[in-house]
């Protein structure tokens, strides 16, 4: 019954700025390497950013100095601030991450619903 849930998205004008969460729910051992990823409409869903629970980050290149993931491993959440936003970062955000979870300690990759962000121009 593990699931992730994302909030936060909505529409701003470019330049603005928004910030995401995703909270991680359900029988949970720990949660791992989380993430954010994005779909936007006629694209592939690309990697944006990912944060290890030691807390190092990575970020693709097209939102690195303007987005910053964080987490917080007491409440199984990881967030996303998106600055300066620009157009082209329209997409759905979802958040992904490795859970082990209980009773058996099996781990798995899971998706959350995903957040729609939308930039005006």
């Known amino acids: 019954q593990v699931q992730l849930v994302e909030s936060g998205g909505g529409l701003v004008q470019s330049g603005g700025s928004l910030s995401l969460s995703c909270g991680v729910s359900?029988?949970?051992?720990?949660?791992?390497?989380m993430g954010w990823y994005r779909q936007a409409p006629g694209k592939q869903r690309e990697f944006i950013a990912g944060?290890?629970?030691?807390?190092?980050?990575n970020y693709a290149d097209s939102v690195k100095d303007r987005f910053t993931i964080s987490r917080d491993n007491t409440k199984n959440t990881v967030y996303l601030q998106m600055n300066s936003l620009k157009p082209e970062d329209t997409a759905v955000y979802y958040c992904?991450?490795?859970?082990?979870?209980?009773?058996?300690?099996?781990?798995?990759?899971?998706w959350g619903q995903g957040t729609q962000v939308t930039v005006s121009s």
């Open positions: 944060i290890t629970r030691g807390g190092s980050t």
């Open positions: 992904n991450a490795d859970i082990k979870a209980k009773p058996f300690g099996n781990e798995y990759n899971y």
């Open positions: 359900g029988n949970i051992f720990r949660t791992n390497l």
